[in-house]
């Protein structure tokens, strides 16, 4: 999303960075993120809504822009914010206009964010760095540690510590240890020796008070499965490190997410009309390549050969012959315990919000219901899911199906069953009537999706479970069996030893 201040005052902060957006000033963020967004009175903003199929096909490592704002006082900057409010202003257009129209500002945006954020980036990180470094270790009051790789860059913080360290500097200091990864996560915080009357923090209630917690599905399931990895990946903002593979892919082409990305983009574009028929390869190869990926590497070809084998096969020829309704990248958000209200889908008419603004096409959505009773003590757990395919068959069953860059063969049940299930409830909610769920794995050999029949989600002991653990800062890990199960990447860090 890009949200774009042209009146008032709005504090934004995302993967630990926090600022403050005046009139003019613009930030894109991350939906599937934990964000807070802080609204002052009188305030006016316009939110885009970009594909991020489309984001990443111009600006590869657009995970760096998140939540940093860009100014008004830049160039680029002020003729971007010009452009975006322009653009709100029309009524309507024609699909291929807007679609282009919509090309272009993309063009113009992925430009700007390289232009002012990238410039002299390196030594504003580094500075950077070495203030935080400086605060940590000047300031720690009760207890520091430093987590350092076992080789560490020329002029880093990590390279002088490991030199002074070998040359035994730390022995004299009082309560130094050095610990595995592992264990620095599983260590109890040290205790405090002694306080001065009346300094103890209040306590923490058993329960803490809220109202909702909104998070989208992924973020959900990643706490499901492990409180830990949820806290690293989405709270921390930490890559998850790839299982059975080196850390840089063999050509510029083969990173896994971008594939995923791409192959999402094409599918959510192929016309309706040729599913079930085998697709043309030069057309294809020019959807995949307009997506950001090349035909022609290792990783392209795997990925065309997977939508080729859909594309082509029978449950997408069943789809062109039965389907009643068919749409991809769906949005909702919807309430699955508590009081709030279940909100349609995030697709807008031409009577809609004109601070929102949608340059890539979008249907009717049905009115907004009301959730299903709940305690007015129980917070509400706000969902927001996008869903990659939504079928309605002409028998009245529903199907949503998640494409996912694996091989299936029951491997995947672990790790994807939590979001499956949360995908299910999310529906059934939303459309009264419960789904199919099932995974299209595409790089697989069969042409269906495999479905699966997860177990239910219960929603508030999931609400009350997260808050529990923001309100205590307490992520635990579970067993190492658990993370292999789910091809955690972190299994290493969270469960090393000394034999490896």
């Not at 939540?67 to 680029?76: D, E, Y």
């Not at 989600?457 to 529990?468: E, G, M, Q, R, Y």
Request: proline share 7%.
């Amino acid at each position: 999303m890009l949200l774009l201040v042209y009146c008032g005052d709005v504090g934004f902060a995302q993967n630990g960075q926090a600022s403050r957006l005046t009139n003019g000033d613009m930030i894109i963020y991350d939906q599937a993120r934990p964000f807070t967004l802080e609204v002052g009175g009188d305030t006016r903003q316009i939110m885009l809504s970009i594909p991020r199929a489309l984001m990443v096909s111009r600006l590869p490592e657009v995970e760096r822009f998140v939540a940093r704002p860009i100014p008004s006082t830049s160039k680029l900057g002020g003729m971007t914010a010009m452009l975006v409010r322009q653009l709100v202003e029309f009524d309507s257009l024609d699909a291929e206009i807007a679609g282009r129209i919509g090309g272009s500002a993309l063009d113009i945006l992925a430009a700007t964010l390289q232009a002012e954020l990238s410039e002299d980036a390196a030594a504003r990180a580094h500075a950077e760095r070495q203030r935080l470094s400086y605060v940590a270790l000047t300031r720690a009051q009760h207890e520091l540690v430093i987590a350092l790789p076992l080789k560490a860059n020329s002029g880093s913080l990590a390279k002088t510590v490991l030199e002074l360290h070998a040359q035994g500097a730390f022995a004299c200091v009082p309560g130094v240890r050095e610990l595995a990864m592992s264990d620095v996560l599983a260590a109890p915080k040290l205790e405090l020796g002694s306080s001065a009357p009346g300094s103890d923090p209040p306590e923490l209630p058993a329960r803490p008070r809220a109202t909702a917690v909104v998070l989208g599905v992924t973020a959900l399931s990643d706490f499901q499965i492990c409180p830990r990895r949820f806290s690293l990946v989405q709270l921390h903002g930490l890559s998850e490190p790839r299982r059975g593979g080196s850390a840089q892919a063999s050509e510029p082409d083969d990173d896994p997410r971008l594939a995923g990305i791409a192959a999402h983009h094409v599918l959510e574009h192929w016309p309706l009309e040729r599913w079930g028929e085998l697709p043309d390869p030069a057309t294809l190869d020019g959807a995949l390549e307009h997506a950001g990926l090349s035909a022609a590497s290792s990783i392209g070809k795997q990925t065309l050969a997977g939508i080729s084998r859909f594309l082509s096969g029978t449950y997408a020829a069943r789809v062109k012959r039965e389907a009643v309704r068919v749409e991809r990248e769906v949005d909702l958000t919807v309430a699955l315990d508590g009081a709030a209200l279940v909100r349609a889908p995030a697709r807008r008419t031409r009577g809609h919000n004109p601070a929102q603004l949608e340059l890539f096409g979008g249907s009717a959505a049905p009115a907004p219901t009301a959730a299903a009773p709940g305690s007015n003590d129980d917070p509400a757990l706000v969902v927001k899911a996008t869903l990659d395919l939504l079928v309605e068959l002409s028998d009245g069953s529903l199907h949503v199906i998640d494409y996912k860059r694996t091989r299936g063969g029951g491997g995947d049940h672990a790790r994807y069953g939590p979001q499956l299930s949360l995908y299910r409830s999310v529906v059934e909610r939303q459309f009264g009537k419960v789904p199919q769920v099932g995974l299209l794995h595409l790089l697989g050999d069969a042409e269906e999706p495999e479905w699966l029949s997860p177990d239910a989600a219960d929603p508030a002991a999931i609400a009350s479970a997260f808050l529990a653990a923001r309100a205590q800062d307490h992520w635990p890990h579970v067993a190492e069996p658990r993370c292999r199960a789910v091809h955690c990447g972190f299994v290493a860090s969270c469960h090393f030893n000394a034999s490896g």
